[in-house]
């Protein structure tokens, strides 16, 4: 292999401790920092802050670097493709684009799969130094526009009818001005790049913050609102944190990563190459609706341009959350555990928070049996399906993900299955706060 993960995983530890000012154009290269501490957990993004790529924009559930290498490495041959149906962040893509390995990815969120996108787009130091220089200078000339913020819903700017906003009207008029002139970026990756650092500042320079449970006003809010030279600063600073990355892999092999901004219960079927691994974690079936979560990105960044756009994002998502009402047929195999747990919902249905829980539940099942049928599918012979799935509870019931997952999966043909528990995750305050659920790794072969 022409990049063994281990000196991939050295060269994404290894930083430059300082960054860059805004507009320097010396090379960072001997600025080089020191490496981050090893043993990150195994699936989950501990250091992504530090870690090349991942630090971009701040995604808590990413993979970590390691998990895909170490599922690269235990397939015990080079692989030719890696699929992730589920893209997020896009840790599967860039990695095995470092290890020199083609990658599909899919990834609804459209401002996630522009972020996987900036991440594996064929930039150039010098390209973005000269674009960085363009938007600076442009940025001085360009008047404050409202209007074209007029889409962005009514809580998004500060007004004077208003009790809550999440910007304060002389940020959201720089915003505007970024925005106008990140639209007049003519190459389509450097445009693209400049979108992706706009966003991962966003939140940071506003009145929220946003967690797993959704949108809160921070505490104090309005005695310590944010500015544009709050703005001015942070954009920057992560402009140069990406940009260093983009300098440090400047040489990086060129292999061949399709994005796909879609629905993967859907979009998979358009792909017709024979994956080597196909390795996911998608959503699990905890309620939270990640088209709230990264809001504030799709309306600002103009991923929406209208509530009908939020609805459409919201139905090609997983059904793992009852936001919205929708058809919820189970699958079509057999899992017995599914039955059980389904029967002991419904018995509970009174003490749920959604009437709608126990056939949510199912149909989740079934959309990843469907992502299942496609993996079957398009899997290689001596390949690999890893899925990294976490377990959720309702009222007393808990959904063992990975046992239903992995009957599934028999049902459906698959010869070889196994799961392993990698961890426990504490619960969300929604589902009971206090005690532990079970985070796995289902693998399958044919
Ligand atoms: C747990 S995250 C994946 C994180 C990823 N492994 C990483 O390292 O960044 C699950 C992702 O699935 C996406 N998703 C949800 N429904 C989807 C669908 N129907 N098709 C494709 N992606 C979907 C979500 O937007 C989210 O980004």
Redesign the pocket.
């Known amino acids: 292999m022409r990049n063994p993960p281990e000196r991939y995983l050295q060269t994404l530890r290894d930083h430059f401790t300082t960054a860059p000012d805004w507009f320097d154009t010396r090379s960072g290269s001997e600025k080089r920092g020191r490496p981050i501490a090893t043993g990150a957990a195994l699936t989950t993004?501990l250091h992504g802050h530090e870690t090349a790529f991942q630090r971009w924009f701040r995604?808590k559930?990413?993979?970590s670097p390691e998990f895909v290498a170490a599922a690269i490495g235990s397939l015990g041959y080079r692989p030719q493709h890696v699929i992730?149906?589920?893209?997020?962040?896009?840790?599967?893509a860039i990695t095995s684009q470092l290890l020199s390995i083609d990658a599909t990815t899919?990834?609804?969120?459209p401002f996630?799969a522009d972020v996987i996108k900036a991440k594996v787009s064929p930039l150039t130091a010098e390209k973005l130094r000269s674009a960085a220089a363009d938007f600076h200078a442009q940025l001085l000339n360009t008047p404050t526009d409202f209007t074209s913020l007029e889409h962005w819903p009514p809580t998004f700017i500060e007004s004077n009818e208003k009790d809550r906003w999440i910007f304060p009207r002389d940020v959201a008029g720089r915003l505007a001005q970024y925005l106008s002139c990140i639209e007049s970026i003519q190459d389509a990756d450097v445009q693209r790049f400049f979108r992706v650092v706009l966003g991962a500042v966003l939140v940071d320079c506003s009145n929220v913050y946003v967690n797993g449970k959704g949108r809160r006003y921070r505490s104090a809010w309005k005695l310590k609102q944010p500015t544009i030279a709050k703005l001015d600063e942070y954009f920057g600073r992560q402009f140069n944190t990406s940009f260093e990355d983009v300098l440090r892999f400047e040489g990086r092999p060129r292999s061949r990563v399709t994005v796909v901004n879609?629905?993967?219960?859907a979009?998979l079927q358009q792909v017709q190459e024979p994956a080597d691994l196909i390795v996911?974690?998608?959503?699990y079936p905890n309620s939270f609706d990640?088209t709230d979560i990264y809001n504030v990105e799709l309306w600002v960044l103009g991923y929406f341009g209208c509530a009908a756009d939020n609805t459409r994002l919201r139905n090609?998502?997983?059904r793992?959350h009852v936001q919205i009402r929708r058809g919820y047929e189970g699958p079509i195999g057999k899992s017995s555990t599914l039955s059980r747990t389904l029967k002991a919902l419904d018995e509970q249905r009174h003490s749920l928070w959604d009437k709608n829980i126990p056939e949510m539940v199912g149909a989740y099942f079934r959309?990843l049996e469907l992502v299942l049928e496609q993996s079957k599918r398009l899997l290689a012979n001596d390949g690999r399906v890893m899925i990294?799935v976490g377990d959720s509870r309702y009222a007393n019931t808990r959904i063992e993900v990975a046992i239903v997952l992995a009957e599934l999966a028999r049902s459906m043909g698959f010869g070889r299955v196994a799961t392993k528990e990698v961890r426990q995750m504490r619960a969300s305050a929604q589902q009971g706060g206090s005690y532990q659920l079970a985070e796995s790794i289902v693998e399958l072969s044919l």
């Open positions: 993004y995604f559930e990413a993979f992730d149906p589920f893209g997020g962040s896009g840790t599967s899919v990834e609804v969120n996630l879609g629905d993967s219960r979009a996911f974690s998608p959503p990640y090609e998502t997983l793992s959309d990294v």
